[in-house]
């Protein structure tokens, strides 16, 4: 926030008499001096800056407090300032009182001219002050755009001028001396560079196309930004919302496969068990088969052994001790235990018939029809016949 010098000069041009002149000759008023709003300041290149004053800065109290002693001036000095070095020189009368408010935009003072003569056909009045620009550009609560606010404002002195930059209340208030709203002023306007003088309805005319279309510019501007943010944000929600939906897609494809993966081995694990139950059921089957053969081939001891072991155990009950098993394959141990399976339950068999009927002879007819069978059938697995 930096420090500046400002002055005010006409907006608009209207007069209200009122001012008196005392005994001694010294003229007295207590005119409107500055107000609210927006000030517009033509730079260098000839651009246009819009100063904002608001209400909290005119009407504050440490301002309107530094009007009291101030000198009045003719025209703004060329250094921009009155101090105690040329006060003497310049000062052609005093600020008496403290700035007060007189409306809800405008700010009057009391003042004394000391000297009448030397402002002559001079009316305007307007302030010398130094401000502090806070370089925040916005909008003001009536609608109008602004570059920069001044803030603390302090007055250095007051000037008589043609115009003020107040407007047309910013006057001294003579008697007999009224300009009468629709009085034809001329005004200088510059357009596109060009200075041109003008009555002064049609410059207030200019200026405000002027402004609305700086205005206008300016909320493009804004309008504009603010569209290509949207845009910018558009863009990087899609970005990101394509991003987050390959990742879904990929997670997906993931899960799908994984799922198969799961799918896959719950069926192997379902076929494992299933062949595990079977095989244990078959086993148990086999051996309660194998035990029960075992009992009827006599085979005293079956506990701890295979079934393999006790397959063999059987076939040699069966054949005999010395039925040669030594290097025998799984196929041909089967066999040789299914040949002593039938050949036992069919012994077993004939030998409880021939014991229910009681015949004794025929039993042991049948017997050594059995041995003899059964010799037979070992002399064929032997390979003797």
């Known amino acids: 926030m930096g420090s500046v010098q400002r002055y005010e000069r006409i907006d608009s041009w209207m007069f209200v008499s009122g001012a008196v002149t005392d005994a001694d000759g010294f003229l007295r008023d207590s005119p409107i001096v500055a107000r609210t709003g927006i000030y517009i300041y033509q730079q260098p290149d000839g651009t246009i800056r819009r100063e904002y004053r608001p209400p909290e800065e005119v009407f504050d109290t440490d301002s309107e407090a530094s009007f009291v002693g101030k000198p009045i001036v003719v025209g703004h000095p060329a250094s921009g300032i009155v101090n105690s070095d040329t006060a003497q020189d310049l000062a052609i009368g005093t600020i008496l009182s403290s700035g007060y408010p007189k409306d809800e935009t405008n700010i009057a003072c009391d003042i004394v001219i000391h000297n009448p003569s030397a402002i002559g056909e001079k009316r305007g009045l307007s302030l010398g002050y130094r401000v502090d620009i806070e370089e925040t550009s916005g909008t003001t609560p009536d609608g109008q755009q602004y570059d920069a606010i001044q803030r603390n404002i302090r007055i250095n002195h007051l000037a008589v001028v043609d115009r003020a930059r107040a407007g047309a209340k910013a006057r001294l208030n003579l008697d007999g001396d009224e300009i009468i709203e629709g009085?034809?002023?001329?005004?200088?306007?510059?357009?596109?560079?060009?200075?041109?003088?003008?009555?002064?309805?049609?410059?207030?005319?200019v200026n405000s196309l002027q402004n609305k279309e700086e205005n206008a510019r300016v909320k493009l501007d804004t309008a504009n930004t603010e569209l290509k943010s949207v845009k910018e944000q558009n863009t990087a929600l899609k970005a990101d919302a394509d991003d987050k939906k390959a990742k879904l897609d990929a997670m997906t494809a993931e899960r799908d496969g994984l799922k198969a993966k799961v799918d896959a081995a719950d069926a192997e694990k379902e076929k494992a068990v299933k062949e595990a139950v079977e095989a244990v059921k078959a086993d148990m089957q086999e051996r309660?088969?194998?035990?029960?053969?075992?009992?009827?081939?006599?085979?005293?001891?079956?506990?701890?052994?295979?079934?393999?072991?006790?397959?063999?155990?059987?076939?040699?009950?069966?054949?005999?001790?010395?039925?040669?098993?030594?290097?025998?394959?799984?196929?041909?141990?089967?066999?040789?235990?299914?040949?002593?399976?039938?050949?036992?339950?069919?012994?077993?068999?004939?030998?409880?018939?021939?014991?229910?009927?009681?015949?004794?002879?025929?039993?042991?007819?049948?017997?050594?029809?059995?041995?003899?069978?059964?010799?037979?059938?070992?002399?064929?697995?032997?390979?003797e016949e």
Do not use: P, W
């Not at 009085?183 to 005319?205: G, H, L, P, Q, R």
């Not at 006599?298 to 059987?314: S, W």
């Open 183 to 205: 009085v034809e002023t001329k005004m200088k306007i510059k357009i596109d560079s060009v200075d041109f003088e003008v009555d002064e309805k049609i410059a207030n005319y």
């Open 288 to 383: 309660a088969e194998l035990e029960e053969t075992a009992k009827i081939a006599k085979v005293e001891k079956t506990d701890g052994l295979t079934n393999a072991e006790l397959k063999a155990g059987i076939v040699k009950a069966a054949f005999g001790e010395k039925f040669k098993l030594d290097g025998a394959s799984d196929a041909y141990l089967d066999g040789a235990y299914s040949a002593a399976k039938e050949m036992l339950r069919n012994d077993n068999a004939k030998h409880q018939a021939a014991k229910a009927k009681g015949g004794a002879e025929k039993q042991e007819t049948k017997n050594d029809s059995a041995n003899d069978a059964r010799s037979r059938m070992i002399a064929r697995m032997r390979g």
